[in-house]
């Protein structure tokens, strides 16, 4: 998982995500893998602990992807339309948010 930030992370440092509109349960422990300058501040490589932790923060981030897709395509949607626009999301993009990508990602070595 990618994230901005306004700081540098030290690689390697060990921190918690958290994604305070899903509630207070989405925490997901994890450390820096690398860290990239931007224009404006920082992108932040976070590798997670174990299988398991990786998946719930991609499931939280899916959660998060198709609420923002439903706030672009449909800002004061009802919410059948919001519905329509989530399942919409799934069907384009659920594949990259399966657990056999998420597998993938988290045997791939983190990049130094």
Request: glycine share 4%; proline share 3%; hydrophobic share 40%.
């Amino acid at each position: 998982m990618a994230c901005n930030y306004h700081r540098a992370w030290r690689c390697g440092t060990a921190l918690e995500v958290r994604i305070p509109t899903l509630g207070e349960n989405a925490r997901y422990n994890g450390y820096v893998a690398w860290c990239l300058r931007r224009k404006r501040g920082y992108l932040v490589g976070i590798a997670f602990i174990d299988e398991q932790t990786l998946f719930r923060a991609r499931m939280s981030e899916q959660v998060c992807q198709i609420a923002h897709y439903c706030h672009l395509h449909e800002p004061q949607a009802e919410q059948r339309q919001i519905e329509a626009l989530a399942q919409q999301w799934v069907e384009q993009h659920a594949a990259e948010f399966s657990h056999d990508r998420v597998h993938q990602a988290f045997m791939q070595p983190a990049l130094d």
